[in-house]
């Protein structure tokens, strides 16, 4: 969980304080720093979910806390 | 009989794939058929009709089929709604017609600022999935104020949730009443009060009867239609340009294109270099502070907002709640990483349009269409006949006669809407466009509408007026009050209060400041007690509240008191010390009211602290939430062993649902 909100929050500020640097480089056709506003921090945002589901619900079995 | 019905939900359910895949079937061949009526002839404005009309008696119907007399299908759709289902339903409660029309547009305008509404609106699921909505699942709430009442001990709680819940949702649904009425006079052309209430009823039809439950089912009809009609003009803009039908990944081209369109433009004088933005250059309207500041009020108030969280109490399990708020991310995400390729293809064709050399007297045909309703504006005036455009343009001082980027003012709504028109596509697509605005516009006034008459009937007719109310006089009250405050807001929405509208935004930053900190502390800190959190709402919602209405309605008071806080530059001072005296040595009333509009104007773009602008005043009051919750809960007694526990149940899957309700079974029968 603390590594899941680490991640939100480098993909959500930490990485935009860069944008004028990534700018330079070029991804994909886009300059990078744009990129990660406009696509990039939002498909980890959807993929860090998906992952967050299915490894709490690992927990929750081995745990013994799983609702069935 | 009860057992009946079950069964018959059940089937319902396991059949969902095969009823939707057959929906959306049905929607291309309705689409298909209208292209094809087009070619022969059929005129525009009976295209038009068939799409409103058509997509609206789709949603009543269902409806209409999802009626319920149960309090527990009602509220909480029975908690059977698988998770990809739920997730598309959340996706259509949260895109407003706002996200549809405007978005774009804003991209357009803004560049890459603009990019923080796209951040905070998705970011924010990742705080909904993490820390909040699969424990508010286990507590198997009805409503959200309910959890506040259940950890906070009682009423007190309750009713400050209940005063943030409506405070931040009640503008906000008359806003989409009103996005339904601009759209449905736009493209039928009826008086817009008489299209602010035909909006009404299509959203009594689809929320009246079956509550939750209905609200569900037309919100995933709604959103196939308004994803559809998104992704599709784009997609063939792509295909025309590109040769590749994937917006998202040749824009990259667009922007490059742009960005010499840009140079060009200046070189040949038809672009002024201060006020042209470039497209990808960051911090040009909101400076480093105030972009991620809104992108952080933005997130948290995604994760506050109640009718975005209701809708996590509507499945089966706790593991499907956080499966749902993946999807839910997922289908929102499909809209917002398409609008930023939406605005680079607009701003593309515009700026081509302008570098090309347009003469004044020659602009093209959709910038009339737009101009006429006000919305498209050369040299300062409305696009409506050619001449008046002409003149406005001769008087100013060295006009080459060409169409210039600052002569052009185009209201961010225009884009997504007369991009179809703009690369010249059949109307047909112009009618999806709106089809799919309304379906935005009202699967939001839908959810928000639910919350508002849900907190109203439950929260406060149930739980604290009438407490022994029986089932079925609970649904009948729930009922009523929906219908009063739908009434209430396609009233307000008919004023066409500006006001209201520019207050939307102030929803995240009040939700946030008001809900979120109680919310997770009450999940996270077993120490959290009542008097910690009453008082943290009060004061988060309340430094919120005050840094909005301070800095828009009292700005020459609030600049003059916080100054010491502000970060005016003195030339910005001394403009409003100038327009202070001219204030103070004003004769008549006319010319006293003159020179205080232009010291208000002035003083609401200085008037802060810090320099943060209002729609991130969430800022200030969460922190303040916080720290209020933390110190006070520490001052005062640790809550009772009973409610420790309970917290500590929230936090474990397995077991039972921690508030039960007496109606849980349900009346039986209809």
């Given at each position: 969980m603390i590594v899941m909100m680490l991640l939100w929050a480098f993909f959500s500020f930490g990485i935009h304080f860069f944008v004028k640097e990534l700018n330079t480089i070029v991804f994909m056709g886009f300059p990078l720093g744009f990129y990660m506003a406009a696509q990039g921090s939002l498909i980890v945002f959807v993929v860090m979910l998906f992952i967050f589901a299915s490894l709490q619900d690992g927990i929750d079995r081995s745990e013994g806390f799983a609702e069935d | 009989m009860a057992e009946a019905q079950k069964a018959g939900g059940g089937d319902f359910i396991s059949?969902?794939?095969?009823?939707?895949?057959?929906y959306t079937g049905g929607f291309f061949g309705f689409v298909a058929l209208l292209a094809v009526a087009e070619q022969m002839g059929v005129p525009n404005k009976i295209i038009g009709y068939g799409f409103v009309f058509l997509t609206i008696a789709v949603y009543a119907i269902i409806g209409i089929l999802s009626r319920t007399s149960d309090v527990g299908e009602y509220y909480v759709a029975g908690r059977t709604v698988p998770s990809f289902y739920n997730g598309m339903a959340t996706g259509a409660d949260w895109m407003s017609g706002a996200s549809f029309v405007g978005m774009a547009g804003t991209l357009f305008l803004l560049g890459y600022d603009g990019l923080a509404f796209v951040l905070g609106w998705t970011g924010g699921y990742v705080l909904v999935a993490v820390l909040i909505a699969p424990f508010l699942r286990k507590f198997g709430a009805y409503t959200v104020p309910d959890f506040f009442s259940a950890r906070f001990g009682g009423g007190f709680a309750r009713l400050l949730a209940v005063i943030v819940l409506i405070s931040c949702s009640f503008t906000y649904v008359t806003a989409q009443i009103y996005a339904t009425g601009i759209i449905a006079s736009r493209f039928l052309d009826m008086d817009f009060t008489v299209a602010v209430y035909a909006g009404l009823v299509g959203i009594l039809l689809c929320s009246m009867l079956g509550g939750m439950?209905?609200?569900?089912?037309?919100?995933?009809?709604?959103?196939i239609v308004l994803i559809v009609a998104y992704l599709l003009p784009v997609i063939i803009l792509s295909t025309q340009k590109f040769g590749i039908p994937v917006p998202q990944l040749t824009y990259g081209q667009a922007i490059a294109d742009i960005t010499a369109l840009e140079q060009s433009m200046i070189a040949k004088g038809l672009a002024d270099a201060k006020t042209l933005k470039p497209h990808i250059q960051p911090f040009l309207t909101y400076d480093p502070l105030n972009f991620f500041a809104l992108i952080f009020c933005l997130m948290v108030g995604t994760a506050s907002l109640p009718h975005i969280l209701m809708r996590y109490f509507t499945t089966p399990t706790i593991r499907e709640a956080?499966?749902?708020?993946?999807?839910?991310?997922?289908?929102?995400?499909?809209?917002?990483?398409?609008?930023?390729?939406?605005?680079?293809?607009?701003?593309?064709?515009?700026?081509?349009?302008?570098?090309n050399g347009t003469k004044i007297a020659e602009l093209p045909q959709w910038m009339y269409t737009y101009g006429k309703i006000g919305l498209v504006k050369v040299?300062?005036?409305?696009?409506?006949?050619?001449?008046?455009?002409?003149?406005?343009?001769?008087?100013?001082?060295?006009?080459?006669?060409?169409?210039?980027?600052?002569?052009?003012?185009?209201?961010?709504?225009?884009?997504?809407?007369?991009?179809?028109?703009?690369?010249?596509?059949?109307?047909?697509?112009?009618?999806?466009?709106?089809?799919?605005?309304?379906?935005?516009?009202?699967?939001?006034?839908?959810?928000?509408?639910?919350?508002?008459?849900?907190?109203?009937?439950?929260?406060?007719?149930?739980?604290?007026?009438?407490?022994?109310?029986?089932?079925?006089?609970?649904?009948?009250?729930?009922?009523?009050?929906?219908?009063?405050?739908?009434?209430?807001?396609?009233?307000?929405?008919?004023?066409?209060?500006?006001?209201?509208?520019?207050?939307?935004?102030?929803?995240?930053?009040?939700a946030a400041a008001g809900i979120f900190p109680a919310l997770a502390l009450g999940v996270w800190w077993k120490r959290a007690n009542t008097p910690g959190a009453v008082m943290g709402m009060i004061l988060g919602f309340g430094v919120c509240m005050y840094y909005l209405v301070g800095t828009r309605y009292f700005a020459v008071s609030f600049h003059e008191m916080w100054s010491w806080l502000g970060t005016a530059s003195p030339a910005a001072v001394e403009k409003f010390n100038t327009l202070k005296a001219a204030w103070l040595a004003a004769g008549d009333e006319a010319a006293k009211a003159a020179a205080w509009k232009a010291l208000d104007t002035h003083a609401q773009t200085i008037a802060s602290w810090w320099g943060v602008r209002n729609i991130s005043a969430a800022l200030f009051g969460l922190p303040i939430g916080f720290l209020t919750i933390i110190v006070v809960s520490l001052m005062t007694a640790a809550p009772s062993k009973e409610v420790q526990d309970m917290v500590d149940a929230t936090r474990q899957p397995a077991g039972d649902l921690i508030m039960k309700d007496k109606a849980t079974g349900g009346v039986g029968g209809h």
């Amino acid at each position: 969980m603390i590594v899941m909100m680490l991640l939100w929050a480098f993909f959500s500020f930490g990485i935009h304080f860069f944008v004028k640097e990534l700018n330079t480089i070029v991804f994909m056709g886009f300059p990078l720093g744009f990129y990660m506003a406009a696509q990039g921090s939002l498909i980890v945002f959807v993929v860090m979910l998906f992952i967050f589901a299915s490894l709490q619900d690992g927990i929750d079995r081995s745990e013994g806390f799983a609702e069935d | 009989m009860a057992e009946a019905q079950k069964a018959g939900g059940g089937d319902f359910i396991s059949n969902l794939g095969r009823i939707y895949t057959l929906y959306t079937g049905g929607f291309f061949g309705f689409v298909a058929l209208l292209a094809v009526a087009e070619q022969m002839g059929v005129p525009n404005k009976i295209i038009g009709y068939g799409f409103v009309f058509l997509t609206i008696a789709v949603y009543a119907i269902i409806g209409i089929l999802s009626r319920t007399s149960d309090v527990g299908e009602y509220y909480v759709a029975g908690r059977t709604v698988p998770s990809f289902y739920n997730g598309m339903a959340t996706g259509a409660d949260w895109m407003s017609g706002a996200s549809f029309v405007g978005m774009a547009g804003t991209l357009f305008l803004l560049g890459y600022d603009g990019l923080a509404f796209v951040l905070g609106w998705t970011g924010g699921y990742v705080l909904v999935a993490v820390l909040i909505a699969p424990f508010l699942r286990k507590f198997g709430a009805y409503t959200v104020p309910d959890f506040f009442s259940a950890r906070f001990g009682g009423g007190f709680a309750r009713l400050l949730a209940v005063i943030v819940l409506i405070s931040c949702s009640f503008t906000y649904v008359t806003a989409q009443i009103y996005a339904t009425g601009i759209i449905a006079s736009r493209f039928l052309d009826m008086d817009f009060t008489v299209a602010v209430y035909a909006g009404l009823v299509g959203i009594l039809l689809c929320s009246m009867l079956g509550g939750m439950k209905a609200v569900t089912w037309t919100q995933v009809a709604q959103y196939i239609v308004l994803i559809v009609a998104y992704l599709l003009p784009v997609i063939i803009l792509s295909t025309q340009k590109f040769g590749i039908p994937v917006p998202q990944l040749t824009y990259g081209q667009a922007i490059a294109d742009i960005t010499a369109l840009e140079q060009s433009m200046i070189a040949k004088g038809l672009a002024d270099a201060k006020t042209l933005k470039p497209h990808i250059q960051p911090f040009l309207t909101y400076d480093p502070l105030n972009f991620f500041a809104l992108i952080f009020c933005l997130m948290v108030g995604t994760a506050s907002l109640p009718h975005i969280l209701m809708r996590y109490f509507t499945t089966p399990t706790i593991r499907e709640a956080r499966g749902s708020v993946a999807w839910s991310l997922f289908f929102i995400f499909l809209l917002y990483f398409t609008a930023p390729a939406y605005a680079a293809f607009s701003k593309l064709e515009v700026f081509t349009l302008i570098n090309n050399g347009t003469k004044i007297a020659e602009l093209p045909q959709w910038m009339y269409t737009y101009g006429k309703i006000g919305l498209v504006k050369v040299c300062g005036v409305d696009v409506s006949a050619a001449q008046a455009v002409i003149d406005a343009c001769n008087k100013i001082a060295n006009h080459p006669g060409l169409l210039r980027w600052q002569d052009l003012n185009i209201n961010t709504d225009v884009i997504v809407l007369s991009t179809p028109e703009i690369a010249g596509m059949p109307y047909v697509i112009a009618g999806l466009v709106a089809a799919g605005g309304l379906a935005a516009a009202l699967s939001t006034a839908d959810g928000l509408l639910l919350a508002i008459a849900n907190a109203l009937s439950h929260d406060i007719y149930y739980k604290m007026v009438s407490p022994n109310a029986s089932a079925k006089t609970r649904l009948v009250v729930a009922r009523i009050l929906l219908l009063i405050v739908a009434v209430a807001a396609a009233y307000t929405a008919s004023t066409k209060p500006a006001d209201i509208l520019s207050m939307v935004a102030w929803a995240f930053s009040l939700a946030a400041a008001g809900i979120f900190p109680a919310l997770a502390l009450g999940v996270w800190w077993k120490r959290a007690n009542t008097p910690g959190a009453v008082m943290g709402m009060i004061l988060g919602f309340g430094v919120c509240m005050y840094y909005l209405v301070g800095t828009r309605y009292f700005a020459v008071s609030f600049h003059e008191m916080w100054s010491w806080l502000g970060t005016a530059s003195p030339a910005a001072v001394e403009k409003f010390n100038t327009l202070k005296a001219a204030w103070l040595a004003a004769g008549d009333e006319a010319a006293k009211a003159a020179a205080w509009k232009a010291l208000d104007t002035h003083a609401q773009t200085i008037a802060s602290w810090w320099g943060v602008r209002n729609i991130s005043a969430a800022l200030f009051g969460l922190p303040i939430g916080f720290l209020t919750i933390i110190v006070v809960s520490l001052m005062t007694a640790a809550p009772s062993k009973e409610v420790q526990d309970m917290v500590d149940a929230t936090r474990q899957p397995a077991g039972d649902l921690i508030m039960k309700d007496k109606a849980t079974g349900g009346v039986g029968g209809h």
